[in-house]
């Protein structure tokens, strides 16, 4: 009878769901059909540690609130919401958030020239630091206002998936001049598209100069191809080593893309001189720009069909052809439940997220619905190791909740000497996703002394600069906490042993932030 009722409940949300729609969107709301029950504390916590960047006070009382189905539908069909106020007005005040992408690139632009033209060689010297200095303050910004959304936006598994797209569409920082337009990529580009279609998500990362500078698109024009986006297009982005191409589609990709590039000319600049014939084909949006001039108008085929459109256009028909195969539903689907589930996902769990891809059309939150939904997703909370980010970004949820960080640089600090740099991983496959990645007896130390770090001496957090005085006590409250006391119940007997060991509440912290529990969602 008890179960009958869980599922008349379940199916009631279900429908009433299905009846509504997010304001200003046109996509019907996406529900998960789970038990209405209240949930435990320590199921509650599992959940949090899985679909959120990690537990804190806050994102449990919501749960608690919620319940489990509403949460999770709310977690899928994000609003927008601001950041606490201290938070949102750090991320206010950075370049990034007041000047536009194109002004920004075509400021540095113009301030890299006048350095190289300077006559005096320790003037140049000087002007081409000032110049590197900018440009890692841009990126600086940028990884700072994905830590605070990480930590504080009550959108948290949007906030996953926007790292989840920026580690799948990756470009790196070190690269011609994308530090001063990761940040846009990432707002722009990713942000926006994490839960909606994936052929929009891959149409926004085709069109950004972060990506046509980082796979050299910028570069590629009819009669000197350049094959490097293309073939990453086809093995990383979409259908995936094995996914049914052929070099020869890699070639074909590549010249449907001539022209596709990079201007860091004024808005307002003339066009270039085009023939007549093609003169309606140039497009120009922001720094992005498709040159007539540059672009192969042959006849191209493109896994076994001709490309029927022209220009611009063959770009968009072939992403839809991408976006659209059955090898870059498997895909994709699988990468997701890697990242979510398990190492090695269960196959069949996989086909049915593939299935759910299709038949959406490539909505990613309906195909992270039939994740959530599946007992193998229930089965594994608390088994997923944590990479990098997620363990410093947990961690600093748990010790400090909602009492935002007046200085997040500790924390890019340690997450850098972890090996995960934000936009760092060098070639266009991203950071790896599983464990054997990230659990060496050389990972493990540097977790052991960034769990002292927070646990010990997480007042650095909250200081205005290095040298003003730590607060006192240097370290936070951890067995206090709700939380910390509800998982305590679930600690191996040799993780509870540690800590009746510890000779004071900085060692006590420590060793349950560094404890195999904490290491896994």
């Known amino acids: 009878m008890r179960r009958v009722s869980l599922a008349l409940g379940a199916c009631a949300l279900a429908l009433l769901a299905a009846c509504t729609s997010a304001p200003g969107d046109r996509r019907a709301v996406v529900s998960v059909s789970l038990p209405s029950a209240p949930l435990d504390d320590a199921s ?62 075509t400021e540095l632009d113009a301030q890299r020239k006048a350095a190289d033209a300077l006559p005096d060689e320790d003037q140049k010297k000087a002007a081409r630091q ?23 936006s009550p959108n948290q598994l949007q906030e996953q998936m926007t790292w989840f797209w920026m580690n799948h569409f990756n470009v790196n920082l070190r690269k011609d001049n994308i530090r001063a337009m990761v940040g846009d990529y990432e707002e722009n580009a990713i942000r926006p598209h994490a839960l909606g279609r994936f052929r929009d998500l891959l149409g926004a990362t085709l069109h950004h100069p972060a990506m046509l500078r980082y796979l ?83 006849p191209k085929t493109l896994l076994g069909q001709p490309i029927e ?28 439940a890697v990242y979510f589930v398990s190492d090695d996902p269960p196959q069949a769990l996989v086909e049915r997220m593939a299935a759910a891809f299709t038949r959406s059309d490539g909505d990613i939150a309906v195909t992270l619905k039939a994740m959530f939904e599946a007992p193998e997703f229930a089965a594994s909370l608390g088994r997923k190791f944590r990479d990098p980010v997620h363990y410093v970004i947990a961690g ?57 770090a927070i646990g010990a001496n997480g007042a650095v957090l909250f200081r205005a600069d290095d040298k003003a005085p730590l607060e006192k006590p240097a370290f936070p409250p951890l067995a206090d906490s709700h939380a910390v006391r509800t998982m305590q119940a679930g600690l191996s007997a040799d993780t509870r042993e540690a800590l009746a060991q510890a000779n004071n509440p900085q060692e006590w912290n420590t060793f349950l932030l560094a404890s195999p529990e904490l290491m896994r969602r």
């Open 396 to 452: 600093v949820r748990l010790a400090y909740g909602d009492r935002v960080v007046s200085n997040v640089n500790p924390m890019i600090g340690w997450i850098n000497r972890m090996g995960e740099q934000l936009y760092g991983h060098e070639t266009p496959d991203g950071y790896p996703l599983n464990e054997a990645a990230w659990a060496s007896a050389g990972q493990m130390n540097t977790r052991f002394e960034i769990a002292r």
């Open 216 to 298: 050299d698109n910028a570069q590629n024009a009819a009669n000197r191809i350049n094959e490097n986006y293309a073939r990453e297009l086809m093995e990383l982005h979409t259908l995936g080593v094995g996914g049914g191409y052929s070099q020869t589609d890699v070639q074909e990709l590549a010249r449907v893309l001539t022209g596709v590039g990079v201007s860091y000319q004024p808005l307002d600049a003339a066009p270039p001189n085009v023939r007549p014939a093609l003169r309606d084909d140039y497009v120009r949006r922001g720094l992005f720009e498709f040159n007539p001039n540059r672009h192969d108008y042959g």
């Open 130 to 152: 000032a110049y590197q200095q900018r440009l890692n303050e841009l990126v600086r910004e940028a990884q700072q206002r994905f830590v605070l959304r990480a930590l504080y």
């Open 309 to 336: 459109s022209r220009g611009l256009a063959e770009a968009g028909e072939a992403l839809d052809r991408l976006a659209r195969a059955p090898a870059t539903a498997r895909f994709i689907s699988r990468k997701l």
């Open 44 to 105: 509650r916590l599992r959940w949090l540690d899985r679909v959120s960047w990690g537990v804190n006070a806050s994102s449990e009382a919501q749960l608690a609130q919620r319940g489990l189905p509403l949460w999770m539908r709310d977690q899928l069909n994000p609003r927008p919401a601001p950041l606490p106020p201290a938070a949102q007005a750090q991320v206010d005040a950075m370049a990034i958030s007041r000047t536009s992408l194109d002004q920004l690139v």
